[in-house]
């Protein structure tokens, strides 16, 4: 084999690469943006309708009327008041 024509297949070699990480640009660019937009779809902190956060919750007292055992349902504790600190010694 001749010098011109490895030096010829070093060249083409380093066309294709070329072109591949183009390609492989190209791909994850896309990629990027798609995942971007199917994030914004399905983003959880947009609210669907007017829908008050009293609904989504349920009280004990409902729930424990209907005599079901539901694991997945929510239930909230009691509001507390924030504990006094005190620094210092006296």
Known sequence: MSDAA???RITAARA?????KVAMVGAAALAFVWAMVLARATHPGKASGASSPSTAVSSSSESSSEGSDDVGSVQMAPAQS???V???SS
């Open 16 to 20: 294709r690469a070329a072109s591949a």
């Open 82 to 84: 924030v504990p006094q």
């Open 6 to 8: 490895g030096k010829s």
């Open 86 to 88: 005190s620094t210092g």
